[in-house]
């Protein structure tokens, strides 16, 4: 199918995925010295393709082993299979670049958001305003997240009036500002691209409870061989066919994971939770493996890692703090084991 690029006008006629194997195919039909040129070539007739590829490649740091996850239909194998419509951003606040957010154009909300935890930073929560991606707009524009201005239509974001009449809506992190580790990291975390409408009882209910436990379990036992707390951490929502204000789609559920290296454990570390997006919701969300995650709702955070498919990390709770706020019914004396497929 042909789709027009709104930035360039160029009409699209394969998708990412395409673009690469035919790359690979003009590998092994011409001689070496032509290939940079018939490279040259596929790039420029298909310039949105490769600039989002690119932006995946600068980002590759911010991924375990440089692997982003993969979303069914949206990212796979690394690549963006509708660049028009998802948009990978490289948060960046006060010229420092924090954490990486795949971005819906068409349903105002973010795919996922992904970061490199080092620790949380405390403190309490930062008095900003809330900010948009110009870049979005334009593609000319400077890639500096900035205040949301109430007298401008975003088109390809929401903008903070689109969440005034909230409706029992809070506007929910998906990478939390509790998370970061530095006082420029936790304000970065208010671009409405991180943003999702988040039902009020369960963001500041069971949600929150389960982002204080991982961050409990980050702090304790994510610590690498250099003694430095390091963790890797993904958030993401699916789309609902609701929407708030006729402008942002209104996710249904949320999900979450995190993968570590333990030094003090001699071992890798992961766990998943997600919820429906509702007000009556269970108390704790249920700490569950990648493998059920996959199982469940088709994700894969890591894929093609060290990070253990099937455990949990519930056998480390009862070791917690209780102002952790881990699910008292979840501890167990080994690792929980979900029953391989």
């Not at 006008?9 to 395409?18: D, L, P, R």
């Amino acid at each position: 199918m042909s789709v027009n690029d709104r930035d360039t006008g160029v009409k699209v006629k394969v998708q990412g995925a395409e673009l690469v194997k035919m790359i690979k195919c003009l590998a092994m039909s011409l001689p070496k010295q032509l290939l940079p040129l018939a490279a040259l070539l596929l790039l420029s007739i298909f310039p949105t393709e490769t600039k989002v590829v690119a932006s995946v490649e600068d980002c590759k740091e911010i991924f375990l082993q440089q692997t982003p996850p993969h979303i069914p239909g949206i990212l796979e194998g690394g690549i963006i299979l509708d660049q028009n419509r998802y948009k990978l951003i490289r948060q960046t606040f006060s010229n420092t670049r924090t954490f990486v957010t795949l971005y819906d154009t068409k349903n105002k909300i973010p795919v996922f958001s992904a970061a490199k935890y080092r620790g949380g930073a405390g403190g309490k929560r930062p008095k900003i305003k809330w900010m948009i991606e110009p870049q979005l707009e334009n593609i000319r524009d400077k890639r500096i997240m900035r205040k949301s201005n109430k007298n401008i239509f975003y088109n390809y974001q929401a903008g903070n009036e689109d969440y005034k009449n909230n409706q029992g809506f809070d506007r929910g992190h998906l990478f939390p500002n509790s998370y970061g580790s530095t006082p420029i990291e936790k304000r970065s975390t208010f671009t409405l691209t991180n943003i999702v409408p988040q039902i009020g009882n369960f963001n500041q209910g069971s949600w929150n409870r389960m982002e204080n436990c991982v961050k409990c379990v980050l702090n304790e036992y994510c610590l690498n061989n250099n003694d430095k707390i390091e963790g890797f951490v993904v958030t993401g929502a699916q789309p609902s066919n609701n929407s708030l204000n006729n402008k942002i789609n209104i996710p249904s559920v949320l999900w979450s994971a995190f993968c570590c290296y333990s030094h003090r454990q001699n071992s890798w570390l992961a766990s998943a939770h997600w919820g429906e997006n509702v007000a009556d919701g269970p108390k704790y969300l249920q700490t569950q493996t990648l493998t059920e995650l996959h199982r469940t709702l088709g994700i894969e955070p890591f894929p093609q890692t060290q990070c253990p498919l099937h455990t949990t990390v519930t056998h480390l709770y009862s070791d917690l703090s209780s102002n952790c706020n881990c699910s008292p019914t979840s501890s167990t004396s080994s690792p929980t084991t979900a029953a391989i497929p």
